[in-house]
């Protein structure tokens, strides 16, 4: 039990000051059986999509016919500690499925949640992601990567957001890591996925978790 604590503490103290933590995914609930289903999926059956810049991504659609996902769905305990480590009340809004083979550019700098004009893009309050790295990473295979506190520094400019990283380039952390670890991060945070190289081959599920008003729907129909 202490030991748990301790865990959740030093998590929730990374995601409000960084933006990010990393756990194990034992935590969440994945285990050996959804790891291998996740990493068993066909690449015939992936998608390239042009914004993905190489990487694949398998389309909602097929994500919809796959077991796995629904079971993911139905995993309380990744509810419990997401809320636990966040502080807001949260459910599941949708999975996207990434195959990295081979080479691919890098990823512009982004946030999934921000404002422009006045205007705010993405869901209020901001989206928060789990991603789950089925394989391990290393430096070559593409890692996701984030500028470290970038949550709490956002002038709503997209020139800023591209000056941040050079600017804070030691608080550019990259996540290469072994089998199953997981990464909850803040929309709001700064990220992209490195650049590839020929022998690459990373595959990651990401999870979006919303506030309830978004998630509803979602799961009235599973």
Not at 118 to 130: A, C, L, S
Not at 160 to 171: A, C, I
Not at 176 to 205: E, M, P, W, Y
């Amino acid at each position: 039990m202490k030991d748990l604590e301790k865990f959740l503490r030093a998590a929730q103290y990374s995601f409000f000051k960084e933006g990010w933590c990393e756990i194990n995914s034992e935590f969440l609930g994945i285990n050996n059986k959804t790891n291998r289903a996740l990493l068993n999926i066909k690449q015939q059956e992936y998608e390239n999509n042009e914004k993905n810049l190489g990487a694949l991504s398998l389309p909602q659609k097929r994500i919809k016919k796959y077991k796995v996902f629904n079971d993911i769905l139905k995993n309380h305990q990744i509810i419990n500690c997401i809320e636990n480590i966040t502080g807001r009340k949260l459910g599941i809004t949708c999975f996207m499925q990434m195959l990295t083979i081979g080479k691919t550019k890098s990823l512009d700098w982004h946030r999934d949640s921000y404002c422009r004009k006045q205007k705010f893009i993405g869901p209020i309050p901001p989206v928060v992601k789990i991603m789950i790295c089925n394989n391990p990473v290393k430096k070559t295979d593409g890692p996701f990567q984030v500028v470290s506190g970038s949550h709490t520094l956002d002038f709503n400019n997209k020139f800023f957001d591209k000056l941040l990283p050079l600017l804070k380039f030691k608080r550019i952390k990259s996540f290469t890591n072994d089998q199953r670890k997981c990464i909850i991060f803040d929309g709001r945070l700064l990220h992209r996925r490195l650049f590839s190289s020929k022998n690459a081959k990373r595959s990651v599920t990401i999870i979006s978790f919303e506030s309830p008003k978004n998630y509803i729907s979602i799961k009235n129909n599973s």
